[in-house]
Each structure stands twice: as structure tokens, then as C-alpha cells.
């Protein structure tokens, strides 16, 4: 998602729109924070503690995870509906409303990062811009999580507004590699009706 003081395609704000009106009920129905559990436990191994950021907080449901278990958090989101859900219910979080194609954070300010469900709305001709930036913010050789659905091309959810832009799982392993990252682990999760792609990366030095 997008940052709405940015000039916004239409899909972009439809989909920033619907997590906008939605927030209460989608906070309520997307917010165990075991559903990642088997993922976040291959994301410790890899970085037991550190200061975290993560690209689309949503609910807050990660953030828990990343809180209990000591890890430094800053999570950045642009729908204020979300934000506000997550505050709500994470209060030992930050929150910012930032965008993913604007991040103004140092150098080198995290030891990783964590994005599920999130680059999926970011149009294709972009996502090179997008990675890099997140590249930047990282220290050589942090440690991310990203999940993308997969698919070809990309998709309009007509009863929702948004848009998702779909991957093959070498697809977006190529994409990783030419933005400098390492992909450390390829999973695949299938939960109906989709298929989810995710990739445990390093940042190259």
C-alpha cells in the first residue's frame, strides 16, 4: 500500500480506499498472530533480535509477535484506518503512516525487515524502486520476510477495489537477486484459493 500525500494510480487509492473503510472489520477477521507462526519461527533462526521494520503493519497482528519476543519494532502502513486499528491494539508499537516508495529512515537502520501481504499492491514497474529503498534502510546482511500470492501478471478483486500484482515463485526470486538480496528460503503456502509465495532473504553486503 501507498502512501495517499503521494499522486496515486486509481487502482493504488482503491486499495488504500477499501483498508481505509474496512479497517474495523478486517482488523477484526485478519489478526491471529499465530498465522504465522511456522514462518516467524525460520525468521528468528535467521535474526534472533534486532530492530525490526515492517512494510504494511495492517492490524498489528505481527507486530505482537515481534514485541513478545523482544525484538526493537517500527511498523509503517498508509492506510490511517489500519493504523489506527493497530495502535489500538499493539500500544507498545510505533506506527507511522509512511510509504514504501518514500522511506526517509537512515542508512542502515535496521537489522531487518518483515512484509506480508504487502508489495502484492505495488505495481510491477515499480517494485524494483520499492526494493531498493527498503534495501537501504537495512544493514548489510539483515535479515527479511516477504509473501506475495502467486499468479501471472495481476488481478482487480471486484467486490473489494484492490489490485494485486502476482508472481511466479522465479520470478520474484529473480527480482530479489538483481535488487541485492540473498534469498536465504522459498516456501509455498496454499491457503484456499490462493497460493502463497514466501521468501526469507539477506541483504548482500
Same mark, same amino acid.
Given at each position: 500500500?501507498?502512501?495517499? *500525500?503521494?499522486?496515486?494510480?486509481?487502482? *493504488?487509492?482503491? =486499495?488504500?480506499?477499501? #483498508?481505509?473503510?474496512?479497517?474495523? $472489520? %478486517?482488523?477484526? =477477521?485478519?489478526?491471529?498472530?499465530?498465522?504465522?507462526?511456522?514462518?516467524?519461527?525460520? #525468521?528468528?533462526?535467521?535474526? $534472533?533480535? /534486532?530492530?525490526?521494520?515492517? @512494510?504494511?503493519? /495492517?492490524?498489528?497482528?505481527?507486530?505482537?509477535?515481534?514485541?513478545?519476543?523482544?525484538? *526493537?519494532?517500527?511498523?509503517?502502513?498508509?492506510?490511517?484506518?489500519?493504523?489506527?486499528?493497530?495502535?489500538?491494539?499493539?500500544?507498545?508499537?510505533?506506527? @507511522?503512516?509512511?510509504?514504501?516508495?518514500?522511506?526517509?529512515?537512515?542508512?542502515?537502520?535496521?537489522?531487518?525487515? %518483515?512484509?506480508? $501481504?504487502? @508489495?502484492?499492491?505495488?505495481?510491477?514497474?515499480?517494485?524494483?524502486?520499492?526494493?531498493?529503498?527498503?534495501?537501504?534502510?537495512?544493514?548489510?546482511?539483515?535479515? /527479511?520476510?516477504?509473501?506475495?500470492?502467486?499468479?501471472?501478471?495481476?488481478?482487480?478483486?471486484?467486490?473489494?477495489?484492490? =489490485?494485486?500484482?502476482?508472481?511466479?515463485?522465479?520470478?520474484?526470486?529473480?527480482?530479489?537477486?538483481?535488487? /541485492?538480496?540473498?534469498?536465504?528460503?522459498?516456501?509455498?503456502?496454499?491457503?484456499?484459493?490462493?497460493? %502463497?509465495?514466501?521468501?526469507?532473504?539477506? $541483504?548482500?553486503?
Amino acid at each position: 500500500m501507498m502512501q495517499q *500525500e503521494l499522486k496515486m494510480s486509481v487502482k *493504488e487509492q482503491q =486499495t488504500i480506499d477499501f #483498508y481505509d473503510s474496512k479497517a474495523q $472489520a %478486517w482488523g477484526e =477477521t485478519h489478526n491471529d498472530p499465530a498465522y504465522f507462526e511456522p514462518e516467524f519461527e525460520l #525468521y528468528q533462526e535467521l535474526l $534472533a533480535c /534486532g530492530k525490526i521494520l515492517e @512494510l504494511g503493519s /495492517g492490524t498489528g497482528r505481527d507486530a505482537v509477535q515481534f514485541l513478545k519476543n523482544e525484538y *526493537e519494532y517500527v511498523g509503517i502502513d498508509v492506510s490511517q484506518g489500519l493504523l489506527d486499528f493497530a495502535q489500538k491494539q499493539c500500544p507498545a508499537g510505533t506506527f @507511522l503512516k509512511k510509504s514504501m516508495y518514500e522511506l526517509d529512515f537512515a542508512p542502515a537502520s535496521f537489522d531487518g525487515f %518483515w512484509c506480508a $501481504a504487502t @508489495l502484492l499492491h505495488i505495481p510491477k514497474t515499480e517494485i524494483d524502486k520499492v526494493l531498493q529503498s527498503i534495501k537501504k534502510t537495512i544493514k548489510p546482511g539483515g535479515v /527479511g520476510f516477504i509473501s506475495l500470492k502467486e499468479g501471472n501478471d495481476e488481478f482487480f478483486e471486484k467486490h473489494t477495489g484492490r =489490485t494485486f500484482f502476482l508472481y511466479s515463485q522465479q520470478e520474484f526470486s529473480d527480482i530479489l537477486t538483481r535488487n /541485492g538480496f540473498v534469498v536465504e528460503h522459498e516456501l509455498k503456502r496454499s491457503v484456499a484459493p490462493n497460493s %502463497w509465495l514466501m521468501f526469507f532473504v539477506r $541483504a548482500k553486503n
